[in-house]
């Protein structure tokens, strides 16, 4: 399934890593306990999405039928 949110922050700059270790470890924690809002499968993927120019940070846990890798 295409996912133009993550094509849009690709072509935007971003790159699919987290901003440092820390980061990674703590949101993936979250995405793992986390619970799919539409099919309620529980355990979630973390899909990092950081610019390294800008700094920004976009995260977000992803129900692995819809990852966008
Ligand atoms: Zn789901």
Redesign the pocket.
């Known amino acids: 399934m295409d996912s133009p949110i993550f094509a849009n922050l690709i072509a935007d700059g971003y790159e699919q890593i987290a901003p440092d270790p820390e980061t990674y470890a703590i949101d993936r924690g979250i995405c793992a306990e986390s619970v ?1 809002m ?4 529980e355990g979630l993927l973390y899909q990092p999405y950081y610019h390294p120019t800008t700094g920004s940070y976009r995260a977000f846990c992803v ?1 692995p ?2 990852a966008a890798t």
């Open positions: 799919c539409q099919c309620e499968k129900c039928p819809n």
